[in-house]
């Protein structure tokens, strides 16, 4: 989810950000991955059924067992595929000869994009950490929330070490910046109840960088101007 975004930022960068992880399954299994995705796109939840998953892939609802054990072990090698990109791009990252502030608004950026091209992809994280079994939170944990605070605390540390960034908690700015990614899309429907907000859009999104471009990395940084600040 933190796939790179941020155009101004593109011409620095080494090479092309690699492309999606494949499920590293056989057809079968890729088949109904591919379902589950397209049906919780498609219906803006992670509410669908295993009928609904085999019909649309064409593939009999018993081989859902057979592949993943159960519909949860579905959902949760959907995540793992969709996460194990997401990881390949913050290696991808970390290693650019860029500042760490320009690697912390493209992380920023690749957020919510991530969360936007895949609107199921932060109610599903909630579902197997709080909802399913503590084996798929322990999963979710190993393949996602672990590697995604490590690399915020390195990214965090590099941009102390160069004098960019305060020092700061990789605790406290993992909470606030994925809290806060996650709230644009998950408190969206009670926001449009309470005060009539509209969905989340292209605009949206790009607002949204900018806010917590402003909010989360300029109260990090040192100076605004040696970083590159455009806010």
Do not use: W
């Amino acid at each position: 989810m933190i796939g790179l975004s941020a155009p101004r930022m593109t011409p620095n960068l080494t090479s092309s950000p690699p492309g999606r992880a494949t499920a590293g399954r056989n057809p079968t299994a890729d088949k109904l991955l591919l379902a589950a995705n397209e049906l919780m796109i498609a219906g803006n939840s992670i509410e669908v059924s295993l009928s609904e998953i085999a019909q649309r892939s064409g593939v009999n609802a018993a081989l859902v067992k057979y592949h993943f054990g159960n519909k949860d072990g579905l959902l949760l090698a959907l995540l793992a595929r969709d996460a194990a990109t997401e990881m390949t791009n913050l290696d991808y990252l970390m290693a650019q000869p860029i500042s760490a502030a320009a690697k912390l608004r493209l992380h920023i950026a690749g957020i919510i994009k991530a969360y936007y091209q895949f609107p199921y992809m932060n109610r599903l994280i909630h579902y197997l950490l709080h909802e399913s079994s503590s084996e798929s939170a322990d999963e979710v944990s190993k393949f996602f929330v672990g590697p995604l605070l490590d690399f915020q605390r390195r990214l965090l540390d590099e941009g102390y070490v160069a004098g960019e960034f305060r020092k700061v908690d990789p605790v406290m700015f993992y909470t606030s910046l994925i809290g806060a990614c996650d709230n644009l899309f998950f408190s969206r429907h009670a926001m449009s109840r309470a005060i009539g907000v509209g969905p989340v859009t292209d605009e949206v999104c790009r607002d949204y960088v900018a806010h917590l471009e402003a909010m989360i990395l300029h109260g990090m940084l040192i100076n605004h101007k040696k970083a590159g600040s455009t806010v």
